[in-house]
């Protein structure tokens, strides 16, 4: 499989783009357990609706765009391949759900200020942006952490290849701020700090082939990746695809990701 990446961005509770990562984001963290992302200001009455998380994953596709000088109707249509990564990203909007419904059964005829049904389901996050952009072509939505955005990389290239879109974008988003005291319980999951992230990539034919590998152990990148960016979940493996293109290595990198127990790896040759 021939691929060559067009565009990635990256945006975590550090700043914008991979210059605002910390050496040391355990040590930056100094104690805190999660590095929230700010709610994006967008304009626009349908926005106003919109969870944080839905606004992170436009606003990760806008930075995608504007950083790649890439116009907005290049990417619009149904040639365009939309493959979307979560692993908690609508644990915040199901969390709030819960809370406002028990409310309800708590005091009967209170007024609440919780969230829609339909703001609990993941493809929410997924429409938003397909809406906004305009994107009509083959779409898929992975739940899972880097593991699985390892295959939604891996997906994105055998749509290419395949001749079933002429670009593929790759967007993943991560958020744990509004239900922290979930991972809070089972803190021994994961590693700490949690940040924060949206990531997108753009994917177009190209020169250099691609290959799925299953790993025992994580890549030099995904360490760097995991020490610099602190825990991003299905952020990470975008994280280090930006890492790689900033040190100028994004044409020649392995990628491992890993989640629950299973390794994934993408090697760009």
Same mark, same amino acid.
């Given at each position: 499989m021939s691929v060559a990446l067009e565009a990635v961005s990256v945006l975590t509770g550090w700043g914008p783009g991979t210059d605002a990562l910390p050496a040391d984001a355990a040590r930056a963290a100094g104690g805190r357990a999660? &590095?929230? #992302?700010?709610?994006?200001? /967008? @304009?626009?009455e349908r926005f106003r609706r919109a969870t944080r998380e839905c606004l992170l994953g436009v606003a990760a596709v806008d930075a995608l765009l504007r950083g790649g000088? &890439? @116009?907005r109707d290049i990417i619009r249509g149904c040639s365009t391949a939309f493959l979307y990564v979560t692993a908690a990203a609508y644990g915040a909007s199901n969390q709030a759900f819960v809370v406002a419904e028990a409310m309800k059964q708590a005091r009967p005829g209170a007024v609440s200020g919780g969230t829609y049904f339909p703001y609990t389901a993941p493809s929410t996050m997924a429409g938003e942006v397909a809406i906004e952009f305009e994107l009509t072509g083959p779409y898929g939505i992975l739940i899972g952490g880097a593991a699985a955005t390892i295959d939604a #990389?891996?997906?994105a290239t055998r749509l290419i290849?395949?001749?079933?879109? @002429?670009?593929a974008v790759v967007l993943a988003v991560e958020t744990f701020e509004d239900c922290a005291d979930l991972y809070s319980r089972g803190r021994w /999951?994961?590693?700490r700090p949690l940040v924060e992230a949206a990531a997108c990539a753009l994917l177009v034919p190209g020169a250099r082939r691609v290959?799925?590998?299953a790993p025992r152990t994580?890549?030099?990148l995904e360490t760097l990746t995991r020490a610099r960016a602190g825990e991003t979940f299905a952020c990470a493996p975008l994280i280090g695809l930006a890492l790689a293109r900033d040190a100028g290595a994004a044409d020649s990198v392995t990628l491992t990701g890993e989640w629950r127990g299973r390794r994934a790896g993408l090697h760009w040759e």
């Open positions: 999660v &590095i929230p #992302l700010a709610r994006p200001a /967008l @304009e626009g000088g &890439i @116009e #990389l891996w997906q290849a395949d001749g079933r879109c @002429e670009r /999951l994961v590693k290959r799925y590998d994580p890549s030099a």
